[in-house]
């Protein structure tokens, strides 16, 4: 994020030697491809003026003064409603007040809910929902916290965080004081969980910094806040860091706050900007990555009691292959080889390589970034949200990177790409690597911001994945996946019974053509942000389904009949055979 900060720890890292990773079907090995080969039937196009989603970002001044106006804001993608159809909710920044920035104006920011009309059109729907606020926010999620059968909203504020209960009729209210919830910190990026594995979604909360305006440097008035000459914004190097948060769901609408008694506190605070959820040693028990600026990443192993230790260093996941900290912004874990656990992904600063992490079976990562192809083409890029997902529906799993620069003076860098950047997508060719397709994926990767939060998920009910992006000071943007050819495919919701109702942390397992994918439920991910929770698969030109199975947070495994294709179901927990 804002001053990339590379250092080399005074700790001797050693990643050991290479093992071929455990899992059979291991393509991602850095094996050789061309690029000119791979038929680009990837296109994207921007409908936001007929979608009818009119919003605009504010996140302070127009220079970015300080550190707390750069960060943006995230995107979430739910059903609140239960018609069947994918809404949007966006989430709004805020300005200071004199003499820390652009005095009063027009009312307040507020985030915005806007509800699917269908066609690939949405109305605005906040005053009538009840979610007008004006609170500074940056991160959401989505998940049904307390198991009623609709998606609750949390979202992370610079200051007190907010829960909105969802009543099912349309409306929500704010119940962050009686849940519990109101973590006082300057919250980025959120996350639902079912750590515990009672069957109650428990929230954690990545906090960037601690930050007061009267105690910092505005921008210009410290020599040594400066940018390749410019002057800048002063931090996050130099501010107070701040712990992450974790509240344990007692099942009766409340919250207790764990962070201290669970282990996350534990750790020194850090930078935090990115989350997501993976069980990386594949024990049932869900752990927790964060990506943070500056500083290591963070791994918090779930020990199955109750209780985390961080295993980022040890397990090859806190640094890069050249043993430095990186600008972490946005994540997101992937099962992207046959038979094998979840690899990690991770978007940082400009003048440095993103982070692919893959997983090598036995409790170590091995990054392989410049391997697959996924290194060079973001060098001078910055990167925030970003996902792997399906666009084509071949059944590989591709990747797409919302792009910006932190702070708009680089505009006047010449080796900067500057303030707005066009965001990626990358093609997987199947062989091996990722291909830079951009440039060919249609006018939708044609546009220029500043982008920070973005989420996909099937807006049209077409069965393919659109995009949501969250644009700092400008226009959201939503991009419609117009694609050909149309190849196969099948859309499951799980729905818990003992889990969670939302079925988030549950991993859908679908054979198709002689090939086994998996996707994971996943609250909060990219960076401040969600996709649909529907497990999505491309099934490229097979024609049926051989095989479905959910593996449920509680850790029971079940199979159900073989789906029809092109379709979405709902699978329920309990009402499948045990395989």
């Not at 519990?180 to 109650?200: E, I, K, Q, T």
Request: with cysteine; charged share 25%; aromatic share 10%.
């Amino acid at each position: 994020m804002p001053i990339r900060m590379l250092f080399c720890l005074l700790l001797l890292f050693t990643a050991g030697c290479e093992k071929k990773p455990a899992g059979g079907g291991y393509p991602f090995d850095g094996a050789s491809s061309s690029a000119s080969a791979t038929a680009v039937t990837v296109r994207f196009i921007d409908v936001t003026e007929k979608s009818g989603v009119k919003f605009h970002t504010v996140c302070g001044g127009k220079e970015k003064d300080y550190v707390l106006e750069v960060n943006g804001c995230g995107v979430v993608l739910l059903d609140y409603d239960n018609d069947g159809k994918l809404d949007i909710f966006l989430v709004n920044g805020s300005k200071l007040p004199p003499p820390y920035g652009e005095g009063p104006g027009s009312p307040p920011p507020s985030d915005a809910l806007f509800r699917n009309l269908g066609g690939m059109s949405f109305e605005n729907v906040t005053q009538t929902a009840g979610l007008t606020e004006s609170a500074w926010g940056c991160g959401a999620a989505a998940g049904d916290y307390d198991n009623d059968g609709d998606p609750d909203i949390f979202v992370t504020n610079y200051g007190p965080d907010c829960l909105w209960q969802n009543h099912g009729n349309g409306t929500f209210t704010d119940v962050t004081a009686q849940a519990g919830v109101g973590d006082p910190g300057w919250g980025s990026s959120c996350a639902f969980l079912d750590y515990d594995r009672d069957g109650f979604l428990d929230l954690f909360i990545v906090n960037y910094v601690e930050f007061n305006p009267a105690n910092v440097k505005r921008r210009g008035t410290d020599p040594t806040c400066q940018y390749k000459g410019q002057p800048i914004l002063c931090g996050p190097v130099g501010l107070p860091t701040a712990p992450c948060t974790l509240y344990r769901n007692r099942g009766n609408g409340t919250f207790e706050e764990v962070s201290a008694r669970s282990g996350i506190r534990a750790v020194k605070p850090s930078y935090g900007l990115g989350v997501t959820v993976i069980d990386f040693d594949d024990d049932g028990w869900l752990d927790i990555y964060v990506a943070n600026d500056t500083l290591p990443n963070l791994l918090f192993r779930n020990k199955g009691d109750g209780t985390f230790e961080e295993v980022g260093m040890s397990s090859g996941v806190a640094l890069n292959d050249h043993a430095l900290a990186q600008a972490g912004m946005g994540t997101d874990a992937v099962f992207l080889r046959e038979g094998a656990r979840e690899d990690l992904f991770v978007v940082n600063y400009e003048d440095d390589n993103n982070t692919f992490y893959r997983n090598d079976g036995n409790g170590f990562f091995t990054e392989i970034t410049s391997a697959i192809g996924l290194a060079e083409p973001c060098f001078k890029h910055l990167g925030w949200g970003t996902f792997f997902f399906d666009p084509d529906l071949d059944g590989k799993l591709d990747l797409f990177i919302a792009q910006g620069h932190v702070v708009p003076q680089a505009d006047q860098i010449p080796s900067s790409p500057g303030w707005k950047q066009f965001n990626k997508l990358f093609l997987n060719d199947g062989a091996g690597r990722f291909i830079d397709i951009s440039s060919r994926a249609g006018p939708g990767l044609e546009v220029k911001k500043s982008s920070r939060g973005a989420a996909c998920g099937d807006l049209d009910g077409d069965g393919d994945l659109d995009i949501v992006v969250n644009e700092i000071d400008d226009e959201a943007t939503v991009l419609e996946n117009a694609g050909s050819p149309k190849n196969h495919w099948v859309a499951v919701r799980p729905l818990g019974t003992a889990s969670n109702r939302d079925g988030i942390g549950a991993v859908v397992i679908v054979r198709a053509g002689g090939k086994e994918q998996k996707r994971r439920v996943r609250s909060g991910s990219s960076y401040a942000s969600q996709s649909e929770l529907t497990a999505r698969f491309g099934l490229g030109e097979a024609r049926k389904v051989d095989e479905l199975r959910v593996r449920w947070p509680t850790g029971k495994e079940e199979r159900y009949p073989p789906p029809p294709i092109d379709q979405k179901v709902e699978v329920v927990e309990g009402k499948g055979s045990i395989p």
